[in-house]
């Protein structure tokens, strides 16, 4: 069972390069997520998707953009790196539950990404 | 705005201690709880969750009690194994709220 797929799991950039961490999960999840985590903070979301076609801003956008390419994969992109870009990236994704918000994610294992 | 607040780690303990990690939230109503485990290298997974006040959440030995008059939901473990070493997120709602994680070390 894969479940929630990220790659790459390792990543180093240089200061304004750009990437895309992918996403896919095989559970026919409608919602999916990007969080970042680091030291001391928890995990602070980025972007959601509720569903295919809409894509909505988290707590710590800036600096980033996703694409929900179609029900299973969603993407986030990196335009210019910058040091405080470095982190740990987790994808979820999740299946709208009643009641509302009462639904486990799914996470992926993460994508190191370290911007120099 | 809505928050997750966890006791601070990381925490150190021999086989077959008692585990507590704090956990409080605040929020503007009353949302779901949640705890999630994260193992080294891996991603996180839910450990147990509560939908609503005096709901006991619990699996794999681990409980937490959705107390609505304290806004908190501790983490309990009545003899923690070794293999319970890991990092321990408390969250809230449906995007989730995190807190900032509490690592877990027990030594044999």
């Known amino acids: 069972n894969a479940g929630v797929t990220q790659t790459p799991k390792f990543q180093v950039l240089k200061t304004g390069q750009s990437m895309t961490l992918q996403c896919a999960q095989d559970?026919?999840?409608?919602?999916m997520y990007w969080y970042r985590q680091d030291p001391g903070m928890g995990l602070r979301l980025i972007y959601y998707?509720?569903?295919?076609?809409?894509?909505d801003k988290g707590e710590v956008p800036n600096g980033y953009n996703v694409s929900r390419l179609n029900k299973r994969e969603f993407s986030l992109r990196l335009e210019s790196a910058a040091p405080s870009q470095t982190s740990v990236y987790f994808c979820?994704?999740?299946?709208?539950?009643?009641?509302?918000?009462?639904?486990?994610?799914?996470f992926g294992e993460g994508s190191r990404l370290t911007v120099l | 705005g809505d928050s997750v607040t966890q006791m601070e780690g990381p925490v150190t303990l021999s086989e077959e201690a008692f585990l507590t990690i704090n956990c409080t939230y605040t929020?503007?109503?009353?949302?779901?709880l949640f705890w999630y485990v994260q193992y080294p290298g891996e991603g996180l997974q839910l450990l147990l969750k509560?939908?609503?006040?005096?709901d006991k959440g619990s699996n794999k030995g681990f409980e937490a009690t959705y107390r609505k008059e304290t806004t908190s939901f501790h983490l309990e473990k009545g003899s923690v194994q070794v293999s319970d070493s890991a990092v321990y997120f408390c969250?809230?709602?449906?995007?989730?709220?995190f807190g900032q994680g509490t690592e877990l070390s027990v030594k044999p």
């Open positions: 979820a994704s999740s299946q709208p539950s009643q009641p509302p918000n009462t639904g486990e994610l799914f």
């Open positions: 559970m026919n999840h409608n919602s």
């Open positions: 998707s509720a569903s295919e076609g809409t894509t």
């Open positions: 929020a503007t109503g009353y949302p779901s």
């Open positions: 509560a939908t609503k006040a005096d």
């Open positions: 969250a809230q709602g449906g995007k989730l709220i």
